[in-house]
Each structure stands twice: as C-alpha cells, then as structure tokens.
C-alpha cells in the first residue's frame, strides 16, 4: 500500500477495478493489513460514499462498488439498450428451478416443468449465471446458480432470494398456471 493514501481510498481503488465482489479476506492479502482493518476501512468508505453516485454493496460473498440506487430511473433511461437479451420463459423457469432446489439434475428440471430444457441450460451456463456442480449418482450433470447469477439479482446470498410460499398470482395468472399443470399432467398420463 502506498504511503501517502489512506486505506479506504486503496480499497476503494481496487474495488472499482475489479469486475467481481472482493471479499475482506482478498482486500486484506492485496493491502496487506488486517481483515479488521479491510472492515473499519469498508465502513467509513461505505459513510463516504453514502451521499454521492456511488455506493458500497455487500453482494455474493463480497464488496462492489454500484450505483446509488436514487439513479436507477435515470441510469435504467441511459443503458435502456440491453447487451444481451431478456430472458425467455422457458429459461427463467429453468433459472428459479435451480435456484431454489439447487444442486438441481437435468432429468429433476425437465420433470418439474413437463419438457426438456436442453437449450434453456445452454443459454443459461453461456451467459454465466449457472454452472455444473457434478453429477447424480445416476450420472446426471448436477446445476447450481453462480455468483454472477447472485450479482445481477442484487442478492448477497441464496437466502435473499423472495421465500416462494408467499408468491401469490393474480386470478388470471393463477388459472393459467392450474391449465399448464393439468395439461402436463394429461399428457404425462398418456400411454
């Protein structure tokens, strides 16, 4: 660490440059201080940063710099073009499968929504928001969300994400989905 800078502009330094969380104990090693010292450091530069465009986040095991969330409307109008698509159904579905049942097999994914989510798993581990986490004792290559996935969600652990026993549909919603499920039913009937 350089003389002349203070600890909470060196940590505020490498959190800007680093595309990924940073966790106390990196921000410890890379400074060379204490992981007490990363922490008393992180809470006054989280005060610093408080009032300005930037603020400190505590996400997926670490420490990122993001915006303040009084700018969303406006930052939402300036990146209004998304690098990538919106996800499909099909591979939201897929998603919320492995990131409440996680580690979650292919054949576990495809049962629970009636089809086969072969492309759906594809694009997901493209885009880095799953991954493989091994396999079945039958052989099935095991799912698990990644930390990117916890990043673009804002969530800082997978106990954030909203409990699914409160999920509550609109009528119209609700009768969609009971149809989709009695239909998949229909069909699983069927010889």
Do not use: N, W
Request: proline share 6%; hydrophobic share 40%; aromatic share 4%.
């Amino acid at each position: 660490m350089s003389a002349g800078a203070s600890l909470e502009t060196v940590v505020e330094a490498l959190l800007f440059l680093s595309p990924e969380p940073v966790s106390t104990a990196e921000l410890a090693e890379a400074c060379e201080v204490t992981e007490a010292e990363i922490d008393r450091a992180i809470d006054r530069l989280g005060t610093a940063l408080a009032e300005r465009g930037v603020v400190l986040r505590q996400v997926a095991g670490g420490h990122t710099l993001a915006a303040h969330p009084d700018a969303a409307d406006s930052a939402r109008r300036l990146l209004a073009r998304p690098k990538t698509p919106p996800l499909t159904q099909a591979q939201a579905e897929t998603l919320a499968i492995i990131a409440y049942l996680q580690p979650v097999s292919r054949p576990e994914i495809a049962r629970i929504r009636g089809v086969s989510s072969e492309s759906a798993l594809h694009t997901l581990t493209e885009r880095g928001l799953i991954e493989e986490s091994g396999r079945s004792r039958f052989g099935a290559v095991i799912y698990r969300t990644t930390a990117l996935f916890e990043r673009l969600f804002g969530l800082s652990g997978l106990d954030q994400l909203p409990d699914a026993s409160r999920f509550d549909p609109a009528p119209e919603d609700e009768r969609e989905l009971r149809e989709r499920l009695l239909r998949a039913g229909e069909q699983r009937a069927e010889p």
